[in-house]
């Protein structure tokens, strides 16, 4: 019997990419992810930014994922180099607070954002997102990008907008996300 495990969005460290080795037919990713490696064990899952993956090596603040070709088509993690932030967040357990939205950890798309509004230390954000998502998207409803649980403002046929409080932005790899990236 499978069980799904779930995260809420909240993210709980920033990690660093160290090291992105190829695996043929995939990478092996090892972050440096400070406080969200405590208690991480081999076979536990964590979200890298927004993607359920599985522990395969843990050595202090320092943990090793295998993506296949799958996660690497659909997520941004493909993409990883030396040095780039990613979002971490290990999975719930029975009991646990839940302070965001129950997310599943599984990636549906790779949107890019369109445009970026800042008012002070505050921002709204537009996403384009995929056609087939849009039936899937309300205004007020719930949204994950790059593992970050927010709450959908507008949503019009291939954009949504999210607005982003100066929390998300400085604890977060959207806070340095610019127009035009995934």
């Known amino acids: 019997m499978e069980t799904s495990l779930m995260f809420t969005g909240i993210i709980e460290a920033l990690g660093e990419v160290l090291a992105v080795d190829s695996r043929p037919p995939g990478k092996r990713l090892t972050i440096r992810a400070g406080s969200a490696a405590d208690g991480v064990a081999v076979g536990d899952s964590v979200a890298l930014s ?70 002070a230390d505050w921002s709204t954000f537009w996403f384009q997102m995929p056609g087939p998502l849009r039936p899937q998207m309300a205004s007020k409803g719930s949204v994950t990008v790059d593992g970050v649980s927010l709450t959908l403002v507008d949503v019009d046929a291939d954009a949504f907008s999210v607005q982003l409080i100066p929390h998300t932005l400085s604890m977060t790899t959207l806070g340095k996300l610019r127009a035009g990236q995934p």
């Open 50 to 119: 927004g993607c359920c993956l599985t522990v395969v090596a843990a050595q202090g603040d320092q943990l090793q994922f295998d993506a296949g070709p799958e996660t690497l088509s659909r997520t941004t993690l493909g993409r990883l180099t030396i040095g780039d932030a990613v979002n971490l967040e290990r999975a719930i357990r029975v009991g646990d607070r839940l302070g965001g939205h129950f997310v599943s950890g599984h990636v549906d798309a790779v949107g890019a954002l369109i445009k970026r509004e800042d008012a």
